[in-house]
């Protein structure tokens, strides 16, 4: 059974920092893509960042040159740094992984920017 635990949110000052993890189980985690979701309450959920088994990387216009995905196939996890935070970035993060043709999901992680 698959399984992902996210971990990392909190609340955080604008112009601050997170690391968000996602620590995955139950799959060949090197052989998928992962990524991350977030939504705002109001809002539907929107992709922030994917990362494919081989490492391309894909990003929100709104989190570009601020965010950063990355993977560590030997921990089963996939990470979401993220700098120069705004009050906007204010969200649940869902980490998901694309398999079987649909995308599975963490339980979310809440991220809030306020000073």
């Known amino acids: 059974q698959v399984q992902l635990v996210e971990s990392g949110g909190g609340l955080v000052q604008p112009g601050g920092s997170l690391r968000l993890s996602c620590a995955a189980s139950?799959?060949?985690?090197?052989?998928?893509?992962m990524g991350w979701y977030r939504q705002a309450p109001g809002d539907q959920r929107e992709l922030v960042a994917s990362?494919?088994?081989?490492?391309?990387?894909n990003y929100a216009d709104s989190v570009k040159g601020r965010f950063t995905i990355s993977r560590d196939n030997a921990k089963n996890t996939v990470y979401l740094h993220m700098n120069s935070l705004k009050p906007e970035d204010t969200a649940v993060y869902y980490c998901?992984?694309?398999?079987?043709?649909?995308?599975?999901w963490g339980q979310g992680t809440q991220v809030t920017v306020s000073s």
């Open positions: 990362i494919a088994s081989y490492g391309n990387t």
């Open positions: 998901y992984v694309f398999r079987l043709g649909r995308n599975t």
């Open positions: 139950g799959i060949s985690f090197k052989i998928y893509e």
